[in-house]
């Protein structure tokens, strides 16, 4: 099978800081870091390095060629990551001492991805693969119908949170994955409870404390998961971590709860690292690290 990513690449640009500033506060940075990021390129990542074979469906400026190559690098199809005018998405990350993070995103070339580069890579998929979403990107709803007329199975991670995008986008969804913040956003603007939401599983994570998950068969009600106990240094990107090896393993045939375990641990270990794609663990680190 295959996971069919529909998702943002951007530059990272990372500021470590002894505190996330104020309005109105200048403060200075203790070290800076420029790397791979976007929530579709992390995903792609971490999916691929969990052992799934992914196809990554974006667009970058001409000053994006090296966040392909390095995607390759990391074991994703690069096939259909178009090259557009203008600029490669960025985004500016101030990551503080506790490892929380505030970014500002520019969604660049993210935002041009042309549709007919969605329909020539759709065209290759087969009954059972996988569509991957988030919301940095557009075409997210065009993309949503194409796969399920073709019998593609839907998981989509609603971040940032956009209500119409997101609006748009449910009722083709499989596979809900979002934090506590996401949730509650998405059931007061949209004032959707779970069975409104049409999606036959939502996965809802809460960070060190783990998380929950809610299934339609089990009439909603929330099954508790752990994370594993780390001290973190870098929080960004663990979102995106999880969600790519939760639909890496479901893609292999694991069972759920076997897939979110595995998503834990892996977000567990990302997050003692600095960085987002770039320092996303691969498989024998996770089963290694004995989290």
Not at 72 to 93: C, L, N, P, Q, S
Not at 105 to 111: E, F, M, P
Not at 121 to 131: I, K, Y
Not at 246 to 260: E, H, N, S, T, Y
Request: hydrophobic share 45%; glycine share 12%; net charge negative.
């Amino acid at each position: 099978m295959t996971i069919w990513n529909l998702g943002s690449i951007n530059a990272d640009l990372a500021y470590a800081v002894p505190h996330l500033p104020a309005p109105g506060e200048t403060i200075a940075a203790t070290s800076r870091m420029v790397g791979l990021g976007g929530k579709g390129a992390n995903m792609s990542v971490a999916a691929a390095r969990c052992a799934a074979r992914v196809v990554h469906l974006g667009a970058v400026g001409a000053d994006g060629a090296w966040a392909i190559e390095r995607m390759m690098e990391y074991g994703v199809d690069t096939r259909f990551i178009a090259t557009v005018d203008g600029v490669t998405g960025h985004a500016v990350i101030m990551i503080d001492a506790a490892g929380e993070n505030s970014i500002i995103l520019h969604h660049g070339a993210n935002h041009e991805i042309p549709y007919d580069l969605l329909a020539r890579a759709l065209s290759e998929a087969g009954t059972g693969d996988w569509l991957l979403m988030q919301n940095e990107t557009l075409l997210q709803p065009e993309a949503a119908q194409l796969a399920r007329r073709m019998g593609l199975k839907v998981a989509y991670a609603p971040a940032p949170f956009e209500p119409e995008a997101t609006r748009a986008v449910l009722p083709h969804v499989d596979l809900l994955v979002l934090n506590a913040l996401e949730l509650e956003q998405l059931q007061q603007v949209l004032g959707l409870d779970f069975a409104g939401m049409g999606v036959a599983t939502v996965v809802v994570t809460e960070g060190a404390k783990g998380g929950r998950v809610h299934q339609q068969r089990g009439g909603w009600q929330p099954e508790r998961f752990d994370a594993p106990k780390v001290v973190a240094v870098d929080t960004t990107g663990a979102g995106d971590t999880f969600t790519g090896y939760l639909v890496a393993g479901l893609d292999r045939g694991m069972p759920l709860r076997q897939a979110i375990g595995l998503a834990a641990r892996a977000s567990a270990l990302m997050v003692t690292r600095n960085g987002t794609a770039d320092v996303i663990p691969d498989l024998k680190d996770v089963q290694d690290a004995g989290l």
